[in-house]
């Protein structure tokens, strides 16, 4: 197919390219991925990119090239590796209850732990308002939805489960840092 | 000795006392049994001096060793009780190898005592056997039931564990437990072999022993227990896997999970944020330029066109061979040259065919570094098909 008939291109395009994981409550623009994923794709590689189709159902844009993630995705990064250890420090099933619930941002326990908090700081959270930007880089990214002050995980936080289970993998050979602090 | 009926009257009449010691398997003090015993509100509730020391005589309590304070159901009673409530212990993969060597043995007993045709001997070894298969048979029952119970508990979330030790402990049943199970039931696994084993002993023993026909039947009888054993251990094993597997593979899952974890965040805290952004997999596309909808859709026209057309292949004809020299070639020819008075009128003879340009470039290759030079002397003209130069001679001198 033309590159230039695919359907929602432009639309599609312009969420992908921003770091948007796009869902199947994403409709047409998911709706157009999934018909047309073959010709996506080749566009996609075409342009350097890799569209990364999520057994969980959803799309995402893959740039091998980048070394260092955005600050704003290192956030969203720590914000759910928290979330996730706390889940499982409650003996918790952690993907059904990242997945079937919502959290209330103000009884999240990324503040209310000392050992969080440390973590949070080397990012330079401090309070309850890093956090709300933090829920805000997580909506912006396609990993959740906020209403209020409730947030809602979406399919695409998979990732961060991902990344849980291939640390062996990414930090296998990670030698010791002398100059950094704890 | 006291009746069976009494036995089990008195049993009943103290049946908090006894469910009490039975959710206690390291046992409990004399107050501990006391407090439980009022908290039930039953009329046996006073555990009085006389009831304790009946309960020893019995031999239904027995003192923890090393420590009277404590006491504990002695073992037959705590079996015969987890038999009869269906709350079954996990037995060892050591406490079923142990039957299945002692049927290995036996059946070596067995062996000799047919060939020997030994009735009585023959007799003891298929008593033995008996006794053995049936406590396999018990344990893998056991096994069997335990394992369900335990991961119906895992599964309402009830075991009050962490995910890690909820996954040791999964990971212990299936490794220490299902194990067991399944080398009872599985062709190849050590005791599946000594049970096919046994299975054709014990036919060959009847063959032997047909003229003691009572020895012929027992070793029926012994091998029908065998089969019953294996059937059963067959479906133990089968369900129990069945149960456990999802669990397992669930568990298992969740402490990847919970490790990776762990890992990520003890790399942030022993490095800095911006080593942790180098090593986290979730980078963002990142966009050189910017793309106005109207360049976006030109190029992506363009690239969907775009057909590449293969270069001309190279000729070897003379003449059309690619115009390329070869610097080292050349090197290693002046080194043997040398000394000589005129390096370009050197390369010239050397590259007829060269052009200009790659004259020039070899020239400037050769010229200085390394090789002792010297220039001088009258102006020289060097003529080709592309033109005329004119120049000084560069001299390259032997090496020293």
Redesign the interface.
Do not use: F, K, N
């Given at each position: 197919m033309n590159p230039e008939a695919l359907p929602e291109l432009k639309q599609v395009f312009s969420e992908l390219r921003r770091g948007v994981h796009l869902t199947v409550e994403d409709g047409a623009l998911y709706q157009a991925l999934r018909v047309h994923e073959h010709d996506y794709g080749q566009l996609f590689a075409a342009l350097g990119f890799e569209l990364i189709h999520h057994p969980h159902q959803f799309f995402y844009l893959r740039d091998e090239e980048r070394e260092h993630a955005p600050d704003g995705m290192v956030q969203c990064a720590v914000f759910m590796l928290i979330l996730i250890d706390h889940l499982q420090d409650q003996g918790l099933d952690v993907e059904t209850r990242l997945f079937d619930g919502s959290f209330d941002l103000d009884q999240l326990p990324h503040l209310k732990q000392p050992r969080y908090l440390n973590y949070l700081r080397q990012l330079r959270i401090n309070d309850i308002n890093g956090l709300e930007n933090i829920a805000q880089q997580l909506k912006r990214y396609g990993f959740a939805q906020v209403r209020g002050r409730e947030l809602r995980l979406r399919a695409p936080a998979m990732r961060f489960v991902d990344v849980c289970l291939d640390a062996r993998t990414h930090l296998k050979s990670d030698p010791p840092d002398p100059g950094a602090s704890a | 000795m006291a009746s069976l009926k009494s036995s089990l009257s008195f049993l009943a009449e103290h049946e908090s006392l006894l469910l009490a010691l039975l959710e206690s398997p390291d046992g409990l003090t004399q107050g501990e049994l006391a407090a439980r015993c009022v908290s039930a509100r039953s009329p046996d509730s006073s555990l009085t001096p006389a009831l304790l020391q009946r309960l020893l005589d019995l031999g239904i309590l027995e003192e923890r060793p090393g420590e009277s304070v404590y006491l504990e159901l002695s073992l037959p009673v705590r079996t015969f009780l987890g038999h009869l409530l269906r709350t079954h212990e996990l037995i060892t993969p050591e406490a079923i190898r142990g039957y299945v060597n002692e049927l290995d043995g036996q059946g070596r007993a067995l062996g000799e005592a047919a060939a020997n045709a030994d009735a009585q001997a023959a007799v003891l070894a298929l008593e033995r056997m008996a006794a053995a298969i049936e406590r396999v048979r018990s344990y893998a029952n056991a096994n069997h039931a335990a394992i369900l119970e335990r991961v119906l508990r895992a599964k309402a979330?009830a075991d009050?564990?962490?995910?890690?030790?909820?996954y040791l402990r999964i990971n212990a049943l299936w490794q220490d437990y299902l194990g067991p199970l399944r080398a009872l039931v599985e062709p190849g696994e050590w005791a599946h072999t000594s049970f096919d084993r046994l299975a054709e002993l014990l036919g060959r023993a009847r063959e032997a022993l047909i003229t003691h026909g009572v020895v012929a039947d027992a070793c029926e009888r012994v091998r029908a227990r065998l089969l019953r054993m294996r059937t059963q251990a067959g479906a133990c094993y089968a369900e129990a896997y069945r149960e456990l597997l999802p669990l397992y593979e669930?568990a298992r899952?969740?402490n990847?999970?919970?490790?990776?974890?762990?890992?990520?965040?003890e790399?942030?805290?022993?490095?800095?944020?911006?080593?942790?952004?180098?090593?986290?997999?979730?980078?963002?596309?990142?966009?050189q330029g910017q793309f106005n909808?109207a360049a976006?859709?030109a190029r992506?026209?363009a690239?969907?066109r775009f057909n590449p057309i293969a270069p001309a292949p190279m000729s070897e004809a003379a003449g059309e061979r690619p115009d390329v020299v070869s610097i080292s070639r050349l090197r290693a020819a002046l080194a043997q040259a040398r000394p000589i008075s005129d390096l370009l009128a050197w390369l010239a003879c050397e590259l007829p065919q060269a052009s200009w340009a790659e004259l020039v470039r070899a020239y400037v290759a050769l010229s200085p570094a390394g090789t002792a030079w010297s220039e001088g002397g009258e102006p020289h003209c060097l003529a080709r098909p592309e033109g005329k130069i004119g120049y000084r001679p560069l001299a390259i001198e032997r090496a020293t």
């Open positions: - | 979330g009050g564990y962490s995910v890690r030790e909820r669930r899952r969740q990847l999970i919970a490790e990776g974890c762990g890992r990520w965040l790399h942030l805290s022993r490095h800095s944020a911006h080593r942790l952004a180098a090593a986290l997999p979730v980078a963002r596309v990142s966009w909808d976006l859709t992506l026209l690239l969907a």
